[in-house]
Every structure is written in structure tokens, then in C-alpha cells.
T-cell receptor, first 114, second 110 residues
Framework: DTGVSQDPRHKITKRGQNVTFRCDPISEHNRLYWYRQTLGQGPEFLTYFQNEAQLEKSRLLSDRFSAERPKGSFSTLEIQRTEQGDSAMYLC???FGGGGDTQYFGPGTRLTVL | AQRVTQPEKLLSVFKGAPVELKCNYSYSGSPELFWYVQYSRQRLQLLLRHISRESIKGFTADLNKGETSFHLKKPFAQEEDSAMYYCALSGTGANSKLTFGKGITLSVRP
């Protein structure tokens, strides 16, 4: 197991287009998190799943954002009608357990919206 | 609301000098505190967490509930310590999301 993986690593899109990112967590990790990081800021929480259930969503996650984890393994994050303000690094993390357990991060997907 | 404050953006020291990276937090309850590190061109990774009370790569951090602080310290900095450091907290159980500070760049000069 090589850790959390994310695909693609980079995405350039035009404003108004839809994009989808994928995250593959460490095997058997039941919790999966999405964070967004912009320049000069720490990662900000977007949403998380325990198995296939989406348990919490941040107010940062507007109606244009949707996340799924249909079989409790990989997850997708879709952004519809992208805006320039969506340009950021999108990070995925996974853990086995709950609060206080180490979250293992993926390399991130860098989104640039032109 | 949970909040993490890292008051400095950059700390530059010479090799062998002591290092202290400051972190203050706000949380109603008993938080779990972490320090994450990101080396150049690498992913974010855990450096240490308060619950394990370990010393990793010579770094230590003590949770001070009275001052709501979790400062990261190392007595003698090494060039390989140069990286971005983030302080983070989470709750327990269902409140497991991490809240990060803005991070601090540590630069250790030879």
C-alpha cells in the first residue's frame, strides 16, 4: 500500500466547466476527508465520510460542490460550473478511527480555473 | 468554534540554534492537538500529536491547557528541518475534522 493517492495531480479548466477529482484512501481506512488549501493558508475542511456515509459538510461546500464515496472505498469530489475562486489545492486524507487519530494525506490535486 | 492561530509566517534560524514554533488554539472541550509538516515537494505528514507524547526528529510539543497553547520546540535545528509546519486540532469521536493554522515556514541556514 503506497498511501493515499489522488487523481489527477493537476487540472486546468475554464470557468464554467465541471471537474471531478478522485481520491483512493489507504485500504481499510473507514474515514475519508476532503480539504481545500489556498495560497498562504492552511488546509480547510470541506467534508468527510465514514464508510459510504457523508457525515459532515462545511459551509465552504457550496451547492456547486458534491462528494461521494459510493462503496466506502474511493471518493470523488465534483465541482460544477467552476469559478476562478475555486482555484486551490484539493487534499484528501484518510484514517481508521475518529477524532485524535492520525490523518494520512494524499499529494493533492491542484486546480486552476482560467 | 474551533480555531488555531500561528502568529508568525516565517522563522529563520542558523543551524544549531533553538527553535520554537508558536501555536495557540480555541476549542470548547478537550481537543486533540497535532503538528503536521510539509517538506519541499512532499505531501503533508504528521510530525507529532500531543496524545502520544513522543519526541519526533528531536521535536517536542507540550499541551498547555491554561494558555491554550501547543508550541513546537527543538533545541538544535538542522538544515533538514527546513519545511512548512502546521498546527492543527480536532475534537474526538464524530468531531474528527482537522482545523489548521495558517502555517509557518521554518528556514534553517547553514
Amino acid at each position: 500500500d503506497t498511501g493515499v493517492s489522488q487523481d489527477p495531480r493537476h487540472k486546468i479548466t475554464k470557468r464554467g466547466q465541471n471537474v471531478t477529482f478522485r481520491c483512493d484512501p489507504i485500504s481499510e481506512h473507514n474515514r475519508l476527508y476532503w480539504y481545500r488549501q489556498t495560497l498562504g493558508q492552511g488546509p480547510e475542511f470541506l467534508t468527510y465520510f465514514q464508510n459510504e456515509a457523508q457525515l459532515e459538510k462545511s459551509r465552504l461546500l457550496s451547492d456547486r460542490f458534491s462528494a461521494e464515496r459510493p462503496k466506502g472505498s474511493f471518493s470523488t469530489l465534483e465541482i460544477q460550473r467552476t469559478e476562478q475562486g475555486d482555484s486551490a489545492m484539493y487534499l484528501c486524507a484518510s484514517t481508521f478511527g475518529g477524532g485524535g487519530d492520525t490523518q494520512y494525506f494524499g499529494p493533492g490535486t491542484r486546480l486552476t480555473v482560467l | 468554534a474551533q480555531r488555531v492561530t500561528q502568529p508568525e509566517k516565517l522563522l529563520s534560524v542558523f543551524k544549531g540554534a533553538p527553535v520554537e514554533l508558536k501555536c495557540n488554539y480555541s476549542y470548547s472541550g478537550s481537543p486533540e492537538l497535532f503538528w503536521y509538516v510539509q517538506y519541499s515537494r512532499q505531501r503533508l505528514q504528521l510530525l507529532l500529536r500531543h496524545i502520544s507524547r513522543e519526541s519526533i526528529k528531536g521535536f517536542t510539543a507540550d499541551l498547555n491547557k491554561g494558555e491554550t497553547s501547543f508550541h513546537l520546540k527543538k533545541p538544535f535545528a538542522q538544515e533538514e528541518d527546513s519545511a512548512m509546519y502546521y498546527c492543527a486540532l480536532s475534537g474526538t469521536g464524530a468531531n474528527s475534522k482537522l482545523t489548521f493554522g495558517k502555517g509557518i515556514t521554518l528556514s534553517v541556514r547553514p
